[in-house]
């Protein structure tokens, strides 16, 4: 009753059950079925399957179950029957009535017997139901899950859990909703995500700091992060574009918001800090293709996959470094396909998926220990959470298994969907510091994490001026840029202009910096013990050159203030940082997020009414004006003088003739409107 023990009592022999009943002396189920018009029993097991055919019944709906005999009810009939539950012979019509009848229940004080609930005793905070024992089990309703008393409900966002991606949505697993004692057929208790303008995504992290999720998308190549708040991830944009290229592997440092990747055409393991923008490579030699990275920024490591070819042979190890790229070491070298890479709780081990020998391998990071779990063909990713191993494998059907304190492998659910990747999540996985937390560790560009303490690392074309400090690298002529692999230089306008001019592809690493709010690891401001003196230091602004001042928001590197207002405000605004965030503020007449919409178009067709409308009514109010001038000098005529009554045609021939002068003539503008009217009036 708790819903443990979960399994299908009957699978076949069915054809459209409805109702349902349990006989407690003969330890049977019953049932219904509308399409087969039958009644069907069980065994609690699901053995000795026996149909009763109900010819008569045309279709029996519900029913009940009371010493030897049944009692069902048959919707269409209008009637309640009964006959003996073992032969289904001695059949009775019951009850007839003229309205439907659906539901039939027994009540005898012989069904209810009383006994001494063990629920009684357990002080559940909601709901207590019984389990096999019997014993009393606490649940917790929807959006609580179960704390580690048993007794009370806890927030979700207090459970560790796990994220399974797709291509368009993240599912959030909680892992203290997990039935440790049988296979589920279905989803446990979790909340689906649905990722807004991804369709391909591949790698996925998470910051659970600030509830930041960090996907990479093939569809649009590009490194995107995504606040998660409640049951909705809404976009934060887009922290790394590039082009002709794909992200290959991905991991965020947690403590200082840094994102180590690499890429089909940088095969490298490199770093961008999503504060500044800045990028910088750790280690480019000897490197094949990266496939997986793992972090523990605690302890200032970084694992990942290399994957090489040596002649005819294809070559994979798993290697291993301090953040800041130096001390590398290979940890395992007997590999075919490692992927999934995962640092254990401490730090002192490192997990991977072989997906070509479908084994789960282990190792410390000196290298010794190495242990292996057997997962089976299909596996393609692994994921840890505490103490517990979890790991998927695809074949008719996608499986997510787990082991837990060298338990043998079990089966937990069966997943219905696309998984593309598979991380696990708890407080006591993020939970710890270095040398970076405070201040960015005075590091005006990279501070990247060591056993020992920390290392500031300058940008790919700076130079650093101090342990602290950077300032730009000369090697490049004036206007120009150099790629990331350094072999070459680009003009400045070469960068993020659509095209690909570096062999790298470097040029067009596009990135969108972003002042995290609220993070703990940003650029100093103003540099402290470490700092040199005044004199040898450069200005500021001298020394984040083209990158900007350190005080930037919402600007693309690479990109001017103006080409941030072109691309990001559609040329009609200009780009500012608004609480961290990239924002238009848009000129006269442009309104919308990115100043698209022209007012001046949308009220185009109201102007041109209304100034119709105006025309209209200046030009009644003229021809008004007219008609009351001319009966105006009608009226003076008829009651002038007799001489104007006899003026002769000579003379107004004359008039006729003098009258366009009088019109040109600026002096009596009406005397030719009143001579042109006498004509016409005569």
Known sequence: MDGSERKAVVNSSLGWPGGMAVDAISNRVYWTDVRLKAIGSATLDGDDIQILQMEDSKNPFSLTVFNDLLFWSDSKKRMVLAAQKVSGKKRQVLLKRPRQSFGVKIVHPLLQTGFDSPCEKRLCSYMCVLAPGPKAVCKCPSGLLLADDGLTCSSLGNSAFLMLLSPSTVTQIYLQSRHMAADLKGWPEHLVLQVPSINEATIMDYNMRDHTVFLTDDGTTSLSSFKLNNSDLSSQGQLL????????????????????WSSNKQPRLQVTSATGGYTAILIKEGIGRVKSITLHPPSGRVCFTNVGVQGTETTATVECANMDGTGRNIVWKDAVQPTSLVFSSHGDAIYWADTGLGTIGSVQFNGSGYQEVKAGDGLTAVALSDDTLFWMTVSDKTRLWYRAEQQQNK????????????????KSRQTGSNACIENNGNCQHLCLATPGGRTCKCAHDHLPVNDTHCSPAQHCPGGSRPCLDQLSCQPVEKF?????????????????????????????????????????????????????????????????????????????GHCVNVSGDTACVCSLFYSGESCQVNSLKTMQGPIVYGSAGICAGILVIVVMAVVVKKRKSSNMRSGGSAAVKETSMTDLEKKAETTPTRRSSKADPDQPEEAVSSVDDA
């Open 241 to 260: 574009k590039l082009l002709g290229d794909t992200i290959t592997a991905m991991a965020l440092d947690w403590v200082t918001r840094n994102i180590y």
């Open 496 to 572: 993020c202009n659509g095209r690909v001019d570096c062999d790298d592809h470097s040029d067009e690493n596009c990135v969108t910096l972003k002042l995290w709010s609220g993070s703990g690891a940003v650029a100093p401001t103003q540099s402290h013990s470490s700092s040199p003196p005044p004199s040898a230091l450069p200005d500021l602004s001298e020394v984040t050159g083209f990158n900007a001042t350190l005080n930037v928001s919402g600007q693309l590197r690479y990109l001017d203030a103006q080409e941030c207002s072109r691309r990001r405000c559609s040329g009609n």
């Open 411 to 426: 089966l937990w659910f069966e997943v219905g969907t696309q998984v593309v990747g598979l991380k696990g999540f708890s």
